[in-house]
């Protein structure tokens, strides 16, 4: 089965500082990786996908598959990237059963 | 478009009530799902649907209930609501069953049962 390891459920950096949320995977096929993010009292929105390489509020996520991973990094850390994010792989099938991972809270503090 | 919409937005409900959990779409997705989110659980799949008509288990099915007779709605039904399923239950859809498509949520429904 799919599975999806977000390691920290709380991660806590200074404004500025470097960020790198952690990801790794279980998938025995070619992996199609999101990032979600969720600002308070917001909806949860897709942040950026492996498949596009885009950059999304400098953001970036490479996919590592010789570690099963797709970190979420970004240099400089700003107040507004406080969050809550979500890695999710597709499920078997090509994606029907999308999961998610347990999430990782963002708090960056000035 | 008004995107992914889900009512109600709040809802207590006592031990062994039934209600449904309303979620419609007005951007003609193929794909509807139901999410629901727990601390330190993240999200998890309860049902989806691929299109009208269509629906299957995700990974929490039991004590939900699913149906999709249209393209535009896909309500879940709590058939005896139990102090386990309080929760924050997200509704989310996108174009088709590709896995690189983006999945669009609702604002979310904060059901408590006592």
């Known amino acids: 089965a799919q599975r999806v390891t977000q390691p920290e459920k709380l991660l806590s950096v200074f404004k500025g500082a470097p960020v790198e949320l952690k990801c790794n995977y279980s998938y025995s096929g070619s992996p199609e990786l999101f990032w979600y993010v969720q600002y308070s009292r917001q909806r949860l929105q897709l942040l950026l996908r492996h498949i596009s390489r885009e950059s999304i509020k400098g953001f970036t996520a490479d996919l590592n598959k010789g570690e099963t991973s797709f970190h979420l990094k970004k240099p400089f850390a700003q107040e507004e990237d406080s969050a809550m994010y979500y890695c999710?792989?597709?499920?078997?099938?090509?994606?029907?059963?999308?999961?998610f991972g347990t999430g990782t809270q963002l708090k960056v503090e000035l | 478009n008004a995107g992914v919409t889900q009512t109600p937005k709040f809802q207590v409900l006592k031990t062994g009530q039934s209600m449904t959990l309303q979620c419609a779409q007005d951007m003609n997705h193929e794909y509807m799902s139901w999410y629901r989110q727990d601390p330190g659980m993240g999200l998890r799949l309860i049902h989806y649907?691929?299109?009208?008509?269509?629906?299957d288990q995700g990974e929490v099915p039991n004590g939900y209930n699913v149906s999709r007779s249209t393209t535009e709605d896909f309500p879940l039904r709590l058939l005896s609501a139990a102090p386990s399923q309080t929760s924050v239950y997200f509704c989310?859809?996108?174009?088709?069953?590709?896995?690189?498509?983006?999945?669009?949520f609702g604002p979310g429904t904060r059901l408590t049962v006592l």
């Open positions: 989310a859809s996108r174009v088709g069953q590709g896995g690189t498509d983006t999945q669009y």
């Open positions: 649907s691929v299109g009208a008509g269509i629906t």
């Open positions: 999710a792989p597709p499920g078997p099938g090509g994606g029907n059963k999308l999961t």
